[in-house]
């Protein structure tokens, strides 16, 4: 008996930091982030997004220092402040281009969560992407540094996105066509949210509703082929539906016309290592959704890479 894998495939899965079960291999000790790894919890909590992580290392010790970032804690909005410094929306977000849009978001004061933010957490990658992952809000460190999934969760699920051969390189990185055409490519990470919640509190009803209209925008300017929706205000929001991720992931569900496929967020992974082999069949599943890496996915349902005994 055999995992069925080919190098490829055990590569990618190494990418995503899962390892393939083999029939014959003498008992494995722990990994030190399993036995890190806290029990199974029903879902990710504010506090495990990204925020748990740590801010990036500088790159190199003959650069100047660089400016020093601002403070670690910055101080926490009272969502009872008074309204008179929030403002509505713009107008006109449905018909906005890239920089109208980024400028909107970085003004924007329609909800309370303008007054404790350091700065606004627009998106990164590929302006013209196949893909596009929207998780929840910015946490501590996205809001330092300005952009979504950072730290850890950001590095997992960088490994997660080059599994499948993606990644969140801007649109000048992109693939050039023989004919000069930038091919479509990459990845475009954008959060529901473009504003920290105080003390990473859950996103509130009506700070989704405000902020909806950008990510709208967003999704309707990059045009993906699918969506992956990680954690479950992310996806509650976008679907509109209170249902657990447990009972939504294996679907292909809509959001403005566009295929999308739920899973858990990379915080969560973090600390429920076994539903890193759920993470992988959603990723199988949205290869397959968006007509890319058919052969993987057709190899990956024939035979699951990942036993059950990996995790007991
Ligand atoms: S969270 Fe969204 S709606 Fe609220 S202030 Fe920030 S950008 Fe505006």
Not at 96 to 118: H, I, N, P, S, Y
Not at 209 to 215: D, I, K, N, R, V
Not at 265 to 274: D, Q, T, V
Not at 281 to 304: F, I, M
Request: glycine content about 6%.
């Amino acid at each position: 008996m055999t995992t069925g894998l080919d190098d490829r495939q055990r590569a990618m899965l190494a990418e995503m930091g899962i390892r393939v079960w083999a029939p014959r291999a003498a008992a494995r000790a722990p990994a030190a982030d399993e036995q890190a790894a806290a029990p199974v919890a029903p879902q990710a909590t504010p506090a495990g997004r990204s925020d748990a992580t740590r801010p990036r290392a500088a790159t190199s010790a003959a650069k100047p220092a660089p400016p020093p970032l601002p403070a670690a804690t910055p101080p926490e909005h009272d969502p009872a402040q008074p309204a008179a410094t929030l403002a509505p929306r713009p107008a006109g977000i449905e018909s906005m281009d890239w920089a109208q849009l980024e400028a909107a978001v970085a003004a924007c004061r329609a909800c309370a969560l303008c007054t404790g933010r350091t700065q606004t957490v627009f998106g990164v990658g590929s302006r013209r992407a196949d893909w596009m992952v929207i998780g929840e809000a910015p946490g501590e460190n996205e809001d330092r540094l300005g952009q979504p999934f950072v730290g850890q969760a950001g590095k997992l699920l960088d490994n997660m996105l080059a599994a499948i051969g993606l990644s969140r390189q801007a649109d000048a990185d992109d693939p050039v066509a023989s004919d000069g055409t930038p091919t479509r490519q990459g990845v475009y990470i954008a959060n529901v949210l473009k504003c920290r919640p105080p003390r990473n509190r859950n996103p509130q009803p009506d700070e989704i509703a405000q902020c909806e209209p950008y990510l709208r925008r967003q999704v309707a300017l990059v045009q993906p082929r699918i969506i992956l929706a990680m954690g479950r205000f992310a996806v509650q929001s976008l679907l509109n539906t209170s249902e657990p991720i447990g009972r939504l992931r294996g679907r292909v569900h809509q959001y403005e016309g566009v295929p999308v496929i739920v899973t858990y967020h990379p915080a969560y992974l973090l600390r429920a290592l076994p539903e890193k082999a759920k993470a992988w069949q959603d990723l199988c599943l949205a290869l397959e959704v968006a007509g890319r890496g058919a052969s993987a996915t057709a190899s990956a349902s024939a035979s699951n890479p990942i036993s059950d005994s990996e995790h007991q």
